[in-house]
């Protein structure tokens, strides 16, 4: 069990008359969370609905406000887990949120934001809280922040990546195994359940074609040529699989200079044992070639639940000129560019410089994170 960094900050939200929605990636605690957030109530005082099961989805679907009302009887908390498979979730929470005000506490958990978070956006608008529930981070893996520790365990961490289940897998095979099974579908089954996707082999060899590629710039119609299908229907399954938590994208910062690229993206993967299970890829860092590419996978994932979790808000890009120059992360916040670039490699890292034209942005800093600079970046 993972003491989770949400718990804390979801809990001081609790009875404040608003719905709270966990969302994220399959497999990643979310109702292992939802459960130790209600633990220290009484069971008689707790209503849990799993829809999964299609009785509990039966119960809520398309019921009137009375027949809720005793379907909750005393409850104080009220737990939807998988929230998104019940059709008419939106309206339901609505008529509970306005009736119960503060008297209840509903929480809601669900795999993937395209189905729960856009089916309840218009309905409860002002009536929710929303958190992203990760694969663990390093503080939640290491909360005694043993640095030596950390180190040691970084290379498995970026070849089988941080999933809780996986985590806790005491052999690299079992890891291995875990990680094929997720893969195969399982982490991205609410896409193509949902969305009705006709060719999940397409959606496949798209995620493997974008595993093959983190840390370089994304043409859509390069990877259109490639898996032999148009670029909308290309744009369409990689915005679908950032909604279901499974990549996202960094978009290119500009001021409109003419040197400056602005047109492709970069994607990077939420977990590395996801990317590395997809090009079926677990060897070690002496028989790889893509060193380079797990570190700023891995740390800028690693960063973006950082911030998350810390309330640190940011917008992020990356930087490139056509004459190659580059910024692996720009963090704009606060009137200020805070230019990072990740190198695994400690010896190329005292050797690397910030790039002049960056710096010429005003109120711009630049920085080299490394293994060695986990403390006040990630941790």
């Given at each position: ?50 829809c ?7 119960e ?11 379907l ?60 992203n ?30 999933y ?15 990680l ?25 060899r ?9 840390g ?23 915005d ?51 060193i380079?590419?797990?570190?700023e ?83």
């Amino acid at each position: 069990m993972y003491k989770r960094l949400l718990q804390k900050i979801i809990e001081q939200k609790f009875f404040k008359g608003k719905i709270i929605i966990i969302t994220g990636a399959r497999q990643t605690g979310k109702t292992t969370l939802s459960l130790e957030l209600v633990k220290k109530f009484p069971k008689k005082e707790i209503r849990l609905f799993n829809c999964d099961n299609p009785t509990d989805r039966q119960e809520l679907y398309n019921k009137d406000l009375e027949f809720l009302n005793q379907l909750i009887g005393n409850a104080k908390i009220v737990l939807v887990d998988e929230a998104q498979k019940v059709e008419n979730i939106g309206e339901i929470l609505k008529l509970l949120v306005d009736f119960h005000k503060k008297k209840k506490q509903i929480i809601v958990t669900g795999s993937s934001s395209v189905n729960l978070l856009d089916n309840t956006q218009e309905p409860l608008t002002g009536r929710k809280y929303v958190y992203n529930l990760f694969p663990l981070t390093l503080e939640e893996i290491f909360p005694e922040k043993n640095q030596l520790k950390m180190l040691k365990t970084l290379e498995s961490l970026l070849v089988f990546g941080s999933y809780p289940e996986v985590v806790s897998q005491r052999s690299f095979n079992d890891k291995q195994e875990l990680l094929q099974e997720l893969a195969s579908s399982y982490i991205y089954k609410d896409i193509l359940e949902f969305q009705q996707i006709k060719s999940p082999d397409v959606l496949l060899r798209l995620l493997k074609a974008l595993a093959l590629q983190i840390g370089s710039q994304v043409s859509y119609s390069e990877l259109a040529n490639t898996i032999g299908i148009d670029k909308k229907t290309v744009e369409k399954y990689i915005d679908l699989l950032e909604k279901s938590f499974v990549i996202f994208r960094l978009s290119p910062y500009t001021k409109n200079k003419r040197r400056e690229i602005f047109k492709l993206k970069k994607i990077y993967f939420y977990d590395l044992g996801v990317r590395n299970a997809i090009i079926n890829n677990f060897n070690f860092f002496e028989n790889r070639n893509d060193i380079g590419d797990l570190w700023e996978n891995f740390i800028i994932a690693e960063r973006i639940r950082y911030r998350a979790y810390h309330k640190i808000y940011a917008n992020q890009y990356f930087w490139r000129t056509y004459d190659g120059k580059e910024v692996d992360l720009v963090e704009e916040k606060s009137g200020k560019l805070e230019g990072y670039e990740f190198t695994w490699n400690l010896k190329k890292a005292k050797k690397k410089s910030s790039p002049i034209t960056w710096l010429d942005y005003p109120k711009s800093s630049w920085q080299i994170i490394t293994s060695r600079d986990l403390n006040g970046f990630v941790i």
